[in-house]
């Protein structure tokens, strides 16, 4: 009577058609009996009998025994589940017609027999029987049937849930996932020694399947695969899939592309931003389940452009700024959906870079608490990548003539100073910035400019500093007094010992101060230390090119005695700086037995000079 079916279609455009299913059927069985009764179903009316009806539907019977007249030829269901089609389904069940139950009708079907009242209590093996047996021994054994019949469970009335369809078919897909995940283990640890292009198909094949359900639903069988214990990372691919495949808006080749990102014009502003939240919240919370920066961003942009929750939003920038020193500078350019405003949302950085900030001060906190000696910060290799980050940001939207001075220079000061070894790159920023807006006045320039540190500079960006005329003349004075300074201490070989001394001297602890004012004035000074050696180290970078440059003009000139000796002394002196006066005599030595014709004395008058 029912062939039940393995292999269901998901779409229902393959069910065939039933206008004229009553009239063809009545005539074939029951040629000698007229149709005795109209049933209506959403507007579609079926010309039926009594009999085989009423032999298996109690709803039907009790309709028609409580009638007024006997002999009621019209009734009409309403809200019948499934609509006309299953109801034919139905139909032909009562008139014993062969079908086929598949995972795309079988829903619709259990509930049409639970409104239909098709029970045991009236006919053995009824359509409630029937439509159990394929659910519990074919749909729950597959994730596959079970997402398909999950997907029809959306358009049903509410009897699906009071049947349990829907929350049988999450579960099914949880432990079939889980079940996956055991037995692909084995493969996944075969693939780690094989290609990319093997790996990437060692990924769980059922994520994609999971990418047609509904959010609602979707967020059900993600919250039942955590329950059951399905790997982070796999709920994090299935999330990202199905923010792909739902959000076109954030596609694999827009989401991370701003200038692209649309919300999708098929789908509500309000369903995108439901999407959005939820995915969010769907989000593993354990720090060992790393979430793409990239899906992170996309997801942000997509938050912003729905105007999503503004707990949303700031949950997305405290997970961005808890790993802001592996972000890239594409990522950071978020575009300003305000009209009016700068190119980029610059407000969105500075709350990230806030919650950056305090992420690193709560580990200095807690390293303090666990470390006895607590010299060494493990945190401060991040902020140097951040300080390097922002400046090359602010290099980049300096050029914006709609961002205003007050935004630009907020973003700058948030940084401490031991964020920069060096000031290059706030100073190439502030430049873009004054080249890009010459209507500011001399005050502004002056407010901006004061956060370079002069003594920060590399040679390169001082000798750019002095001849620049866009800055205040005072910041020129400072640039030139700093730099002849540098030139003073590095032909006296002191290296600058001056500047570090007068900072080391700082940090030995005073009596009158607390242990813990002791201790955090010791991380002050531990900090600036290293600091001060990054610096020296770039100026040991700096010299180690001046003297290739050296060389190649030796090279060049080898015939001319005196332009090598001049050179040579002149580099000589200038990597002094990183040597004591012990070793300022150890290359006074090293010049005379290398005099050209013993000349010695030439030596000495070009290092003194």
């Given at each position: 009577?029912v062939?039940?079916?393995?292999?269901?279609?998901?779409?229902?455009?393959?069910?065939?058609?039933?206008?004229?299913?009553?009239?063809?059927?009545t005539?074939?069985i029951f040629s000698?009996?007229?149709?005795?009764?109209?049933?209506?179903?959403d507007g579609e009316?079926?010309?039926?009998?009594?009999?085989?009806l009423?032999s298996?539907?109690g709803k039907?019977?009790?309709?028609?025994?409580?009638g007024k007249d006997?002999?009621?030829?019209?009734?009409?269901?309403?809200?019948f589940?499934?609509?006309?089609?299953?109801?034919?389904?139905?139909?032909?069940?009562c008139?014993g017609?062969?079908f086929e139950?598949?995972?795309?009708?079988?829903?619709?079907?259990?509930?049409?027999?639970e409104?239909?009242?098709?029970?045991?209590?009236y006919?053995?093996?009824?359509?409630?029987?029937?439509?159990e047996?394929?659910?519990?021994?074919v749909?729950v054994?597959s994730?596959?049937?079970?997402?398909?019949?999950?997907c029809?469970?959306?358009?049903l009335?509410?009897?699906?849930?009071?049947?349990?369809?829907p929350?049988?078919?999450v579960?099914?897909?949880?432990m079939?996932?889980?079940k996956?995940?055991?037995?692909?283990?084995l493969s996944?640890?075969?693939c780690?020694?094989?290609?990319?292009?093997?790996?990437?198909?060692?990924?769980?094949?059922?994520i994609?399947?999971?990418s047609?359900?509904?959010?609602?639903y979707?967020?059900k069988v993600?919250?039942?695969?955590?329950?059951?214990?399905?790997?982070p990372?796999?709920?994090?691919?299935?999330?990202?899939?199905y923010?792909?495949?739902?959000l076109?808006?954030?596609g694999?080749?827009?989401i991370?592309?701003?200038a692209?990102?649309?919300?999708?014009?098929?789908?509500?502003?309000?369903?995108?931003?439901?999407?959005?939240?939820i995915?969010?919240?769907?989000l593993p919370?354990?720090?060992?389940?790393?979430?793409?920066?990239?899906?992170?961003?996309g997801?942000?942009r997509?938050?912003?452009?729905?105007e999503?929750?503004?707990?949303?939003?700031?949950e997305l920038e405290?997970?961005?700024?808890?790993?802001?020193?592996?972000?890239s500078?594409?990522d950071?350019?978020?575009?300003s959906l305000?009209?009016?405003?700068?190119?980029?949302?610059?407000?969105?950085v500075?709350?990230i870079?806030?919650?950056?900030?305090?992420r690193?001060?709560?580990?200095?906190?807690?390293?303090?608490?666990?470390?006895?000696?607590?010299?060494?910060?493990?945190?401060?290799?991040?902020?140097?990548?951040?300080?390097?980050?922002?400046?090359?940001y602010?290099?980049?939207?300096?050029?914006?003539?709609?961002?205003?001075?007050?935004?630009?220079?907020?973003?700058?000061?948030?940084?401490?100073?031991?964020?920069r070894v060096?000031?290059?790159?706030?100073?190439?920023?502030?430049?873009?910035?004054?080249?890009?807006?010459?209507?500011?006045s001399?005050?502004?320039?002056?407010?901006?400019?004061?956060?370079?540190?002069?003594?920060?500079?590399?040679?390169?960006?001082?000798n750019?500093?002095?001849?620049?005329?866009?800055?205040?003349?005072?910041?020129?004075?400072?640039?030139l007094?700093?730099?002849?300074?540098r030139?003073k201490?590095a032909?006296?070989?002191?290296s600058?010992?001056?500047?570090l001394?007068?900072?080391?001297?700082?940090?030995?602890?005073?009596?009158?101060?607390?242990?813990?004012?002791?201790y955090?004035s010791?991380?002050?000074?531990?900090?600036?230390?290293?600091?001060?050696?990054s610096?020296m180290?770039?100026?040991?970078?700096?010299?180690?090119?001046?003297?290739?440059?050296m060389?190649?003009?030796?090279?060049?000139?080898?015939?001319?005695?005196?332009?090598?000796?001049?050179?040579?002394?002149?580099?000589?002196?200038?990597?002094?700086?990183?040597?004591?006066?012990?070793?300022g005599?150890?290359?006074?030595?090293?010049?005379?037995?290398?005099g050209p014709d013993?000349?010695?004395?030439r030596?000495?008058?070009?290092?003194l000079?």
């Open positions: 009577m062939s039940i079916s393995d292999n269901a279609s998901f779409s229902s455009s393959n069910r065939s058609p039933a206008p004229k299913f009553a009239n063809s059927f005539t074939r000698d009996v007229a149709g005795d009764i109209t049933i209506t179903v009316s079926f010309l039926l009998h009594k009999f085989p009423v298996r539907s039907i019977g009790k309709m028609v025994a409580d006997s002999n009621i030829s019209k009734l009409e269901l309403l809200n589940p499934g609509g006309p089609q299953t109801f034919e389904l139905a139909m032909k069940f008139y017609m062969n139950i598949t995972a795309a009708n079988v829903a619709p079907l259990r509930c049409a027999a409104y239909l009242e098709m029970t045991e209590d006919r053995e093996e009824n359509l409630v029987a029937r439509t047996v394929y659910l519990n021994e749909v054994l994730i596959e049937k079970s997402v398909e019949a999950l029809s469970c959306e358009t009335p509410p009897i699906a849930e009071e049947v349990g369809i929350n049988r078919c579960e099914a897909i949880a079939n996932a889980c996956e995940q055991l037995v692909s283990g996944r640890l075969e780690d020694g094989e290609s990319t292009e093997l790996k990437s198909g060692c990924l769980d094949w059922w994609e399947d999971l047609v359900l509904r959010i609602d979707y967020q993600i919250r039942a695969m955590e329950r059951i214990g399905v790997r990372d796999s709920i994090v691919e299935s999330l990202m899939h923010a792909q495949a739902s076109k808006g954030i694999k080749c827009q991370w592309n701003p692209r990102m649309k919300p999708n014009p098929g789908m509500a502003e309000n369903d995108q931003k439901t999407i959005v939240e995915l969010l919240n769907l919370t354990e720090k060992s389940s790393s979430v793409p920066l990239s899906f992170l961003f997801m942000l997509m938050a912003i452009m729905v999503a929750t503004i707990a949303c939003r700031l405290r997970r961005i700024a808890f790993r802001l020193e592996m972000v500078l594409d950071l350019l978020i575009p305000r009209t009016g405003d700068s190119l980029f949302d610059v407000d969105t500075h709350r870079l806030v919650n950056f900030l305090q690193i001060e709560d580990e200095e906190n807690e390293e303090r608490e666990n470390e006895s000696d607590g010299l060494g910060y493990l945190g401060h290799d991040s902020l140097l990548k951040v300080g390097r980050l922002i400046d090359t602010l290099a980049e939207i300096a050029p914006d003539p709609y961002l205003s001075l007050q935004k630009f220079i907020a973003m700058i000061e948030i940084l401490p100073d031991y964020a060096i000031d290059d790159g706030i100073y190439r920023a502030i430049d873009i910035y004054l080249k890009a807006h010459p209507m500011l001399d005050h502004e320039c002056k407010k901006l400019c004061k956060f370079i540190d002069c003594q920060k500079l590399s040679q390169e960006a001082s750019h500093a002095a001849q620049n005329e866009r800055l205040p003349v005072q910041m020129a004075v400072r640039v007094y700093f730099e002849q300074l030139l201490n032909l006296c070989g002191s600058g010992d001056g500047f001394s007068q900072k080391i001297s700082s940090g030995v602890p005073s009596a009158a101060m607390s242990p813990r004012d002791n955090a010791l991380r002050r000074e531990n900090r600036e230390l290293k600091l001060e050696i610096r180290r770039v100026r040991l970078s700096e010299l180690e090119k001046e003297q290739m440059i060389k190649r003009g030796m090279m060049d000139k080898s015939g001319n005695g005196k332009t090598f000796l001049t050179s040579l002394s002149k580099g000589i002196g200038r990597m002094a700086i990183f040597s004591g006066p012990a070793g005599k150890r290359q006074k030595s090293g010049r005379k037995s290398r013993g000349k010695t004395g030596s000495r008058r070009l290092y000079r």
